[in-house]
C-alpha cells in the first residue's frame, strides 16, 4: 500500500481518496477507521452516576425488561434512548443481530452455531448473547470482512 500526503492550503476539511485496482474488503475497514472518531463515547448509567464509556469498551447493547443495557466487558450498565436511536448513530462497526441486540464486531471472540441457535461469545469476557436466524448471515459475512487475512 502507498501513501501520499498532500498540503493544499484552500481546503477546509481533509480529503482522503483511495484508489484501489479491485473491490477489497480491507477497503471497508479503512473507510471505517477514518471516519470514526477515536474517543467517541456514551453516557450511561449506573445507578444514579452517569459514565462515559468508550465505544471500542462495548461488547454488546440489548433491551432487556423495557432497559437498554449496555455491557462491557465488567459492567452493565443502562442507557435512557431506545435501541433503534442507538443503531442511527453507532458507527459501522457495531451490528444488530437480534431483535433487541447490537454487538460491537471489533469485540466478537466466537460465534458457535448449531442446530437450535448462534451464541457470539465475546473477547476477553464469559458474557455471550444468541443471533437469530434472520441476522446470522449477515453477522459471519460483516466478520468475514473485518477479519479477512
Known amino acids: 500500500m502507498k ?3 498532500e ?3 484552500t481546503l477546509q476539511e ?3 481518496t483511495i484508489k ?3 473491490a477489497d474488503p480491507e477497503l471497508g475497514r479503512i473507510q471505517q477507521l477514518l471516519t470514526t472518531p477515536v474517543d467517541q463515547t456514551l ?3 449506573k445507578d444514579t452516576t452517569e459514565h462515559f464509556i468508550h465505544l471500542s469498551d462495548i461488547l454488546f447493547i440489548e433491551t432487556s425488561d423495557r432497559l437498554l443495557q449496555v455491557h462491557t466487558a465488567d459492567n452493565i450498565y443502562t ?7 442507538l443503531i442511527a448513530v453507532l458507527p459501522g462497526s457495531f451490528l444488530q443481530i437480534a431483535k433487541s441486540t ?3 464486531l471489533n469485540q466478537v471472540g466466537a460465534v458457535t452455531h448449531s442446530i437450535a441457535n448462534c451464541s457470539v461469545g465475546f473477547h476477553h469476557s464469559y458474557k455471550q448473547v444468541y443471533a437469530s436466524r434472520r441476522y446470522y448471515k449477515l453477522l459471519l459475512e460483516r466478520l468475514g470482512e473485518m477479519r479477512s487475512l
Request: glycine share 0%; hydrophobic share 50%.
Open 7 to 9: 498540503i493544499d492550503d
Open 79 to 85: 442507557n435512557k434512548h431506545s435501541l433503534h436511536e
Open 43 to 45: 453516557a450511561c448509567f
Open 3 to 5: 501513501i501520499h500526503i
Open 14 to 16: 481533509p480529503v482522503v
Open 20 to 22: 484501489a485496482a479491485s
Open 102 to 104: 447490537v454487538v460491537n
